[in-house]
């Protein structure tokens, strides 16, 4: 159990378009949902905090006008990086607080695979 | 604040050598403690975890202690194998939902 998808994998956009990144709780839901990003060889820095039914919490520096999160269900939360800039091509990787399920018990984030974005 | 250190890598042994890959914190309160492992290209998997002092976390062979005198959480394994070439991360939650990565430690395992 505690199973994170995200979709697409990889995606190739051109520069201003807008591109959907989608993270999905399996077999389990998450009222907590984090979106990170990850550089090449770097540890991972932790974009927002998103709740379902309620705004997203922006760490600093993170740009909520670009980055559009939504965490409409229990189980979706999805990113939204609005006019891509080739700075804006990353790894990004979202997490689901398993609220107590899967064989780490509470107080445990899963991963997902992660949607490697490059914005030409 | 919340911070996590980890030795820098990349660390390389032989299979079936003795792994260990140290971690040490600084936290208010009484924080839970992580070890992730990431593939090339792939996300993080939770790999083992602590939540009070004395825990011992053991997976696949890899086990790491929640020492609360020294701040520590170091990670090892017995005896490594070429699979377990990966990134690892250390982390730390100490109670309100966030995790505070250490930098990662890349493990390169030769046969």
């Known amino acids: 159990g505690a199973v994170v998808s995200q979709h697409p994998s990889w995606v190739i956009c051109k520069s201003g378009t807008s591109v959907k990144i989608e993270c999905r709780s399996l077999?389990?839901?998450?009222?907590?949902m984090f979106w990170y990003r990850q550089f090449p060889k770097q540890s991972l820095m932790l974009m927002a905090t998103?709740?379902?039914?309620?705004?997203?919490?922006?760490e600093q520096g993170v740009e909520k006008d670009k980055f559009l999160i939504n965490h409409a269900s229990l189980t979706l939360s999805t990113l939204t990086v609005t006019s891509a800039h080739p700075e804006d091509s990353s790894f990004y990787i979202c997490?689901?607080?398993?609220?107590?399920?899967?064989?780490?018990?509470?107080?445990?984030?899963?991963f997902g695979p992660g949607t490697r974005l490059t914005v030409l | 604040g919340n911070s996590v250190t980890q030795m820098e890598g990349p660390v390389t042994l032989s299979e079936e050598a003795f792994l260990t890959i140290n971690c040490t914190y600084t936290?208010?309160?009484?924080?839970?403690l992580f070890w992730y492992v990431q593939y090339p290209g792939e996300g993080l998997q939770l790999l083992l975890k602590?939540?009070?002092?004395?825990d011992k976390g053991s997976n696949k062979g890899f086990e790491a202690t929640y020492r609360k005198e020294t701040t520590s959480f170091h990670l090892e394994k017995g005896s490594v194998q070429v699979s377990d070439s990966a990134v690892y991360f250390c982390a730390l939650n100490s109670g309100y939902s966030t995790l505070t990565f250490g930098k990662g430690t890349m493990l390169l395992v030769s046969p």
């Open positions: 602590a939540t009070k002092a004395d």
């Open positions: 998103s709740n379902e039914g309620s705004k997203a919490t922006y």
């Open positions: 936290a208010t309160g009484y924080p839970s």
């Open positions: 997490s689901a607080d398993g609220g107590g399920r899967g064989e780490f018990g509470t107080d445990t984030q899963y």
């Open positions: 077999d389990f839901q998450a009222t907590t």
